[in-house]
């Protein structure tokens, strides 16, 4: 006998790269989980039919590269990412990096309805006691950091540069701690560029790391462009059993204008945009870069972070006091296309993990629709685009019940409509988050590690502990 179903999913193409799948089904789902995919599943069954004819199917995004709580206190609102995020087709969100404490107090103000863990960035003197931090002071941040919440930490290279030393020690006791541990390239001697990204395999040692935007260390700066990826390409290739990589494909970054009193620009990652736009790395080149549209500056409106430019991202910059969120146009598409399609040789594993959005809170929240791109131009098959924006994901965090759609599987779906390239409709646990690129849900699902229970418990939000044993990163380890 049949049973009864809470929804139904009729009529889209349905892609699962696990299963094999892709035909034209019908998604039938109950108590969050997914329960049968077949052929005209009968609408009697379910008090709940939504139709997506000519509409593609998949297993919701898991972003491996977000941003929901913020690093810089600079005046916009971490907080609206979650809608942001859900608005553009994304379920799933690794916020990398800001604070526990933060992410979750935006979930329960401002949430949408996806699943989000969270890792903290390491601050000198702010999240993290000292600079070039010893042994013991790691041990006990990184502990800390899981009892509130979090699950591991990640290096700031190209904000808050350590020594070598310093990155080995991180990397070392965030695995003898099973913790998620991400960097972003640079260090006190190297910056965050492809110089910086040659440094990482003897700090990885013979241990496990999540290398962030490897996007980021082909921007042209030391080398040419084709020249850096081809060098990175070939890095990450002798690393395949060490580290997990993603990259982003929005041509605009994300970054921080703070100038000290001397009118020098304090971030690495702030002066190699204005290098690369031609401009003076200090405070008068990031003016001119700013009023002349080369740079844009985040701000509020309507609820959302937008961007700005002109004399307007001049005016919220100086308001800020510097200390504002900007972004450069320095990712070269070429790039994004060479390090989002490479597969080793004779297989069909890519090179680099995952396809992420390293949006969130910052308005480039493209993944999907770039994916896309990349399978009308012919460089991806869809089903390769779900393994990029799902099923890869949902191996390197170890999420088991997410980025397949297997019976018992959560109910966490994105759909996409091919005449867009867009997300038109995202569900978690069953549950419709997104319409049309509208944020219809709110609260959200807390992934935390065993140690962070009592906190959890605590918070009145709905969480759910997972398993880095379980994760790529942690593999065979
Ligand atoms: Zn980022």
Not at 170 to 183: P, R
Not at 421 to 435: T, W
């Amino acid at each position: 006998m049949n049973k009864n179903l809470d929804l139904i999913i009729k009529n889209s193409r349905v892609i699962d790269p696990k299963n094999n799948i892709d035909e034209k089904l019908d998604v039938g789902i109950k108590y969050g989980k997914i329960y049968e995919i077949a052929k005209n599943i009968q609408t009697s069954r379910s008090p709940e039919t939504i139709d997506q004819e000519n509409k593609i199917l998949m297993p919701g995004h898991i972003d491996t590269h977000a941003h929901l709580s913020a690093v810089f206190n600079d005046n916009i609102n971490s907080d609206y990412g979650h809608k942001m995020l859900a608005e553009s087709g994304t379920t799933t969100a690794l916020d990398l990096a800001g604070e526990p404490d933060i992410m979750v107090e935006g979930m329960k103000n401002n949430g949408a309805g996806l699943s989000v863990a969270t890792i903290m960035g390491l601050v000198p003197h702010k999240t993290v006691n000292k600079d070039d931090p010893d042994n013991i002071t790691l041990r006990d941040t990184i502990f800390d950091v899981k009892k509130r919440g979090g699950i591991g930490v990640k290096i700031l290279g190209g904000y808050f540069p350590f020594s070598v030393d310093a990155n080995s020690r991180v990397i070392k006791e965030a695995n003898d701690q099973l913790s998620w541990v991400a960097f972003h390239v640079g260090s006190k001697t190297a910056g965050s560029d492809i110089i910086g990204l040659r440094e990482v395999p003897e700090s990885t040692d013979q241990g496990r790391l999540h290398v962030a935007h490897i996007n980021s260390y082909t921007r042209g700066l030391v080398n040419k462009e084709e020249k850096e990826v081809e060098e990175a390409i070939s890095i990450i290739k002798n690393m395949k059993n060490h580290w997990v990589t993603e990259a982003y494909m929005s041509k605009i970054n994300g970054t921080n204008g703070l100038c000290d009193e001397n009118g020098n620009l304090v971030y690495n990652v702030a002066q190699n945009c204005l290098i690369l736009g031609g401009y003076e790395p200090n405070e008068n080149g990031l003016r001119k870069a700013l009023s002349e549209g080369y740079g844009s500056a985040l701000t509020v409106k309507n609820n959302r972070n937008v961007l700005v430019n002109g004399d307007e991202a001049v005016k919220f910059w100086e308001k800020s006091l510097t200390n504002a969120s900007l972004s450069f146009p320095v990712n070269p598409p070429s790039s994004a296309f060479r390090l989002s399609t490479e597969k080793y040789e004779n297989s069909d594993d890519f090179v680099i993990d995952a396809i992420s959005t390293d949006g969130g809170y910052i308005p480039r929240n493209v993944a999907i629709e770039k994916t896309m791109a990349l399978v009308n131009f012919g460089a991806l098959s869809l089903k390769d685009a779900v393994i990029k924006l799902s099923y890869s994901p949902s191996k390197m965090l170890g999420l088991e019940n997410k980025g397949h759609l297997s019976e018992g599987s959560d109910a966490d779906i994105t759909i996409i409509d091919p005449q867009t390239n867009k997300a038109c409709m995202s569900l978690v646990a069953g549950k419709v988050i997104m319409i049309n690129g509208k944020s219809v849900s709110d609260n959200g699902t807390w992934l935390i590690l065993e140690e962070g229970k009592p906190v959890a418990e605590k918070s009145g939000v709905n969480f759910q502990v997972i398993n880095l044993e379980k994760s790529k990163l942690y593999k065979s380890f």
